[in-house]
Antibody, heavy 115, light 112 residues
């Protein structure tokens, strides 16, 4: 069974940093692109970033470019999102997803940016 | 960015009756490889989204056959042949043809 487990969310002040993690199991992690998608409060879904299976290509939404960094550690079946210079509008549930078509989703981790 | 427009945004349905959700894209979703990367997701209350359909009409494993997807180019439809209580939630279309990939606003389905 495919499982994705996110962690690292929490409350942070504007301008602060957080690092999200996602650990995958039940599939060959190193074979897949991986993505972060977020859900803004009471609103819809927004793609944040993705990374190729070997880490050699990374893409970012304009809204996070230059502030967020996606990375992965294939031997640890882990995906990361380093979030710097956080803003109130980054407040959301962050989901880790398999592939660029989001075939499977984790349970999400809540990030709240507030003073 | 490609804008995905869903309608209706709210869909009250009687149990056992059919339901239909429309999704329109601001550009054709036909990719250079000939595929159309249009997906449908379901988000039940308090749950993570779940992919129901990929590439317009391909149901994911475990998705009941009362769900079907159709369409081409810029116009797509998700149909539920007979709504059941477990279908309550928000449904999103998403395009995976043009960067950045974008979602529709969501359609909230509930029971009358």
């Amino acid at each position: 069974e495919v499982q994705l487990v996110e962690s690292g969310g929490g409350l942070v002040q504007p301008g602060g940093s957080l690092r999200l993690s996602c650990t995958g199991s039940g599939f060959t992690f190193s074979d897949y692109w991986m993505s972060w998608v977020r859900q803004l409060p009471g609103r819809g879904l927004e793609w944040v970033a993705n990374i190729r299976h070997d880490g050699g290509q990374k893409n970012y939404a304009d809204s996070v470019k230059g502030r967020f960094t996606i990375s992965r550690d294939n031997p640890k079946n882990s995906l990361y999102l380093q979030m710097n210079s956080l803003r109130a509008e980054d407040t959301a549930i962050y989901y880790c997803c398999i592939g660029r078509g989001y075939s499977d989703w984790g349970q999400g981790t809540l990030v709240t940016v507030s003073s | 960015d490609v804008v995905m427009t869903q309608s209706p945004l709210s869909l009250p349905v009687t149990l056992g009756q059919p339901a239909s959700i429309s999704c329109r894209s601001s550009q054709s979703l036909v990719y250079s490889d000939g595929n159309t990367y249009l997906y449908w997701f379901q988000q039940r209350p308090g749950r993570s989204p779940r992919r129901l359909i990929s590439k317009v009409s391909n149901r994911e494993s475990g998705v009941p056959d009362r769900f079907s997807g159709s369409g081409s180019g810029t116009d797509f439809i998700l149909k539920i042949s007979r709504v059941e209580a477990e279908d309550v939630g928000v449904y999103y279309c998403m395009q995976g043809t043009h960067w950045p990939y974008t979602f529709g606003q969501g359609t909230k389905l509930d029971i009358k």
